[in-house]
């Protein structure tokens, strides 16, 4: 069934669903999302991935390189009620992009490769959706697949994202055979003819009913344990109707007790369409969250999802256009209108909104209003970054931004031609605000420009986005990694005095300080002073002071983690003592401890799970080795191995070259950053 809901007024609430397609590199989430939008009627033809033709990677270096690298946003219809969908990246290093998206999500689809099941950019992009607390079904795709196993997928689910799979669905046919679905609460079957098309409903095929049957009864019991309705039902009838597993279903997939697990083959355009309707049955509208909530002075406040409430928008992404700054909103409360002044209460500016715009990737439809529930994009606001909050100007609040990932790799950047400079650190700016997880800095001891974010890949699309968008000529140094430095052997009884005295009032601060390591990263700090030889405000100042030391450590300059320092003894002076002679003192007094201290370069490191062709193992493991890379476990399955390691990321950049070198073309890897460890020492 196909509606068209761009003409009708703004729907009830309960008829919209906000929605993430999540997965890993490959899984199919542009694939899926494609054939949504054509089972939906929102596109005619549908595009392909490998073509460069899909509606939501539409941008330029997205169809190069056949990835999503940009969460893009598109509006569709299904059965009457609205669908925002934002399909996210699945590449480690755009990982921001996904936790940005499900900042404003109300739910998610994570699809996974019925081949693979459950892959770390897999697991990864669960950990964020739990954070953030959003619910979620399962679609395990690729069903058509030589090897493909449903069973095996979802004993992966089990296993390592561990909510209770709840599996709704049953193959009819197998691998190239694969041509529909068995519905286990309806017990009907549903077959997508050669060619696609919508489905057909038939009777179960004979050979697949007593399986059908079993797994109906396996479902019965997992939802019944789960569900105090469900499970009075159950010991009253000893079965369950359909209607009361799609609501026992509805309410496990909203508390996240349990998920719901169906299948299908978006490439061959089967199984997408019980998908929708479980996106309807399933997944929360705004009505179904509690109210958002935010701050303002030190207060709670919050907002129901009514669009006769004040209003309160958070913006979580900048797009700079051909035609012009474009700002996506997730509205939680009121109406936004054109011509609307806002208030951003992060820089306590007015803003006006020119337009209101109904998001299609790259392609937008004007509409007069949204309301609370839409995720809309807005033109006007020139000065909003992605964690604004967008409010009505009489009812301010602050709603809790994304906080942006900590960037691990830094590249020197410098403009071709010297007169290009401030041209290209205009583009840089851009950069930094259409992607806070990209930091742009000077380097102190050498001048350099150092553009610095979250892998290889990423800083590449970067550099590469300003060359595309008609930028300065530039050069790109080799990428660097952010080092740590950390104690492993302390310090007791470190003595500091700060005495400055060159006329008028002078400074005096008196400090003894231990320092020693801490398990793990981080920083602590404490005081052990007795008889009130340091006041307590003197205290809190040479925390401060401490902390200030951080930021430059000893070794070569990099920030000092890993430690716990120890205010034991200091002195005051009757005049000449302040919190400014005491923060003084703490800086010193830790940096020249510091230089006492025995310290270790820590570099980050990186998870990497390595899949090649068997034959091509041993020379894979020695490469791993010569890089330094700490193999963690192996196995093989249909003639390909599977390696996971940890590997110094700074041994990574370029590496995906050499293995496909290695491998003959036939060797992929992923990697997401996991920490810290000891760096080699220079000889």
Same mark, same amino acid.
């Given at each position: 069934?196909?509606?068209?809901?761009?003409?009708?007024?703004?729907?009830?609430?309960?008829?919209?669903?906000?929605?993430?397609?999540?997965?890993?590199?490959?899984?199919?989430? *542009?694939?899926?999302?494609?054939?949504?939008?054509?089972?939906?009627?929102?596109?005619?033809? %549908?595009?392909?991935?490998?073509?460069?033709? *899909?509606?939501?990677?539409?941008? %330029?270096?997205?169809?190069?390189?056949?990835?999503?690298?940009?969460?893009?946003?598109?509006?569709?219809?299904?059965?009457?009620?609205?669908?925002?969908?934002?399909?996210?990246?699945?590449?480690?290093? /755009?990982?921001?992009?996904? #936790?940005?998206?499900?900042?404003?999500?109300?739910?998610?689809?994570?699809?996974?490769? =019925?081949?693979?099941?459950?892959?770390?950019?897999?697991? +990864?992009?669960?950990?964020?959706?739990?954070?953030?607390?959003?619910?979620?079904?399962?679609?395990?795709?690729?069903?058509?697949?030589?090897?493909?196993?449903?069973?095996?997928?979802?004993?992966?689910?089990?296993?390592?994202?561990?909510?209770?799979?709840?599996?709704?669905?049953?193959?009819?046919? +197998?691998?190239?055979? /694969?041509?529909?679905?068995?519905?286990?609460?309806?017990?009907?079957?549903?077959?997508?003819?050669?060619?696609?098309?919508?489905?057909?409903?038939?009777?179960?095929?004979?050979?697949?009913?007593?399986?059908?049957?079993?797994?109906?009864?396996?479902?019965?019991?997992a939802v019944a344990e789960r569900h105090a309705g469900a499970l009075e039902e159950f010991c009253e009838h000893g079965t369950l109707s359909a209607a009361t597993l799609r609501a026992a279903l509805r309410d496990l997939t909203r508390t996240g007790e349990g998920v719901v697990v169906l299948c299908g083959s978006a490439? $061959?355009?089967?199984?997408? #369409?019980?998908?929708?309707?479980?996106?309807?049955?399933?997944?929360?509208?705004?009505?179904?969250?509690?109210?958002?909530?935010?701050?303002?002075?030190?207060?709670?406040?919050?907002?129901?999802?009514?669009?006769?409430?004040?209003?309160?928008?958070?913006?979580?992404?900048?797009?700079?256009?051909? %035609?012009?700054?474009?700002?996506?909103?997730?509205?939680?409360?009121?109406?936004?209108?054109?011509?609307?002044?806002?208030?951003?209460? *992060?820089?306590?500016?007015? #803003?006006?909104?020119?337009?209101?715009?109904?998001?299609?990737?790259?392609?937008?439809?004007?509409?007069?209003?949204?309301?609370?529930?839409?995720?809309?994009?807005? +033109?006007?606001?020139?000065?909003?970054?992605?964690g604004a909050t967008l409010c009505a100007r009489e009812h301010p609040l602050v709603l809790e931004p994304p906080a942006p990932a900590e960037p691990v790799v830094s590249v020197a950047v410098e403009a071709v031609r010297s007169t290009d400079t401030g041209r290209l650190a205009g583009a840089l700016a851009r950069l930094?605000?259409?992607?806070?997880?990209?930091?742009?800095?000077?380097?102190?001891?050498?001048?350099?420009?150092?553009?610095?974010?979250?892998?290889?890949?990423?800083?590449?699309?970067?550099?590469?986005?300003?060359?595309?968008?008609?930028?300065?000529?530039?050069?790109?140094? $080799?990428?660097?990694?952010?080092?740590?430095?950390?104690? %492993?052997?302390?310090?007791?009884?470190?003595?500091?005095?700060?005495?400055?005295?060159?006329?008028?009032?002078?400074?005096?601060?008196?400090?003894?300080?231990?320092?020693?390591?801490?398990?793990?990263?981080? /920083?602590? /700090?404490?005081?052990?002073?007795?008889?009130?030889?340091?006041?307590?405000?003197?205290?809190?100042?040479?925390?401060?002071?401490?902390?200030?030391?951080?930021?430059?450590?000893?070794?070569?300059?990099?920030?000092?983690?890993?430690? $716990?320092?120890?205010?034991?003894?200091?002195?005051?002076?009757?005049?000449?003592?302040?919190?400014? =002679?005491?923060?003084?003192?703490?800086? =010193?007094?830790? $940096?020249?401890?510091?230089?006492?201290?025995?310290?270790?370069?820590?570099?980050?490191?990186?998870?990497?799970?390595?899949?090649?062709?068997?034959?091509?193992?041993?020379?894979?493991?020695?490469?791993?080795?010569?890089?330094?890379?700490?193999?963690?476990?192996?196995?093989?399955?249909?003639?390909?191995?599977?390696?996971?390691?940890?590997?110094?990321?700074?041994?990574?950049?370029?590496?995906?070259?050499?293995?496909?070198?290695?491998?003959?073309?036939?060797?992929?890897?992923?990697?997401?950053?996991?920490?810290?460890?000891?760096?080699?020492?220079?000889?």
């Open positions: 069934m196909r509606n068209d809901l761009t003409r009708r007024p703004a729907l009830p609430l309960a008829d919209v669903r906000n929605l993430g397609i999540l997965a890993h590199v490959d899984a199919g989430k *542009t694939t899926v999302t494609e054939r949504i939008l054509h089972a939906t009627g929102a596109v005619h033809r %549908t595009g392909e991935v490998h073509e460069g033709t *899909t509606v939501t990677d539409f941008d %330029t270096q997205e169809r190069q390189r056949g990835i999503t690298i940009f969460a893009a946003a598109v509006s569709c219809a299904w059965k009457g009620r609205r669908i925002n969908l934002i399909d996210t990246p699945g590449h480690v290093d /755009f990982a921001d992009e996904v #936790e940005r998206s499900l900042r404003v999500l109300d739910g998610a689809v994570v699809v996974l490769d =019925a081949v693979a099941g459950v892959e770390p950019q897999s697991e +990864a992009v669960w950990r964020q959706a739990d954070r953030h607390g959003v619910p979620r079904i399962v679609l395990v795709n690729k069903m058509d697949r030589a090897g493909a196993d449903l069973d095996a997928a979802v004993a992966s689910v089990r296993e390592r994202l561990h909510p209770a799979p709840l599996v709704a669905q049953l193959p009819v046919g +197998a691998e190239d055979g /694969f041509r529909g679905v068995v519905d286990l609460l309806g017990l009907r079957a549903l077959i997508w003819p050669d060619g696609a098309g919508e489905p057909v409903a038939a009777p179960v095929p004979a050979e697949l009913r007593t399986e059908a049957a079993r797994r109906r009864r396996e479902l019965e019991e490439y $061959r355009d089967k199984g997408v #369409e019980p998908l929708l309707d479980a996106v309807a049955d399933y997944l929360p509208s705004p009505l179904d969250l509690p109210p958002v909530t935010g701050s303002w002075e030190g207060a709670q406040v919050r907002r129901e999802a009514d669009p006769d409430g004040p209003l309160a928008a958070l913006a979580f992404k900048v797009n700079a256009t051909a %035609t012009g700054r474009l700002t996506s909103l997730r509205i939680y409360s009121g109406t936004l209108r054109k011509g609307d002044v806002v208030r951003d209460t *992060t820089t306590g500016r007015a #803003e006006r909104v020119a337009r209101v715009l109904r998001l299609r990737a790259d392609r937008y439809t004007e509409v007069e209003a949204a309301v609370a529930g839409d995720i809309v994009a807005v +033109a006007g606001p020139k000065g909003v970054r992605a930094a605000e259409e992607d806070p997880s990209l930091t742009v800095r000077t380097d102190p001891e050498t001048g350099q420009t150092l553009l610095s974010g979250m892998g290889e890949l990423h800083l590449e699309v970067a550099v590469e986005k300003i060359r595309l968008s008609g930028g300065p000529g530039l050069t790109v140094g $080799r990428p660097r990694v952010a080092h740590r430095e950390t104690v %492993t052997g302390g310090v007791r009884g470190f003595v500091h005095r700060h005495v400055k005295q060159d006329g008028g009032a002078g400074q005096f601060a008196h400090v003894v300080l231990d320092v020693e390591p801490l398990d793990g990263l981080g /920083f602590e /700090f404490r005081s052990a002073v007795t008889g009130g030889r340091v006041p307590q405000e003197y205290v809190r100042a040479v925390e401060a002071g401490c902390r200030d030391a951080l930021p430059d450590g000893p070794l070569g300059g990099h920030p000092v983690t890993g430690l $716990r320092v120890v205010l034991t003894d200091g002195a005051t002076h009757v005049k000449d003592s302040s919190d400014t =002679a005491f923060r003084t003192a703490g800086r =010193a007094g830790l $940096r020249a401890a510091l230089r006492a201290c025995r310290l270790t370069l820590l570099e980050p490191v990186a998870e990497v799970t390595v899949t090649v062709p068997a034959d091509c193992l041993g020379g894979v493991l020695g490469d791993l080795s010569a890089r330094r890379g700490r193999v963690r476990g192996s196995g093989t399955r249909g003639g390909t191995a599977v390696v996971d390691a940890v590997v110094p990321l700074a041994e990574l950049f370029g590496w995906s070259a050499a293995l496909r070198g290695r491998t003959r073309g036939r060797g992929t890897f992923v990697s997401r950053p996991c920490g810290y460890a000891p760096a080699p020492t220079q000889g």
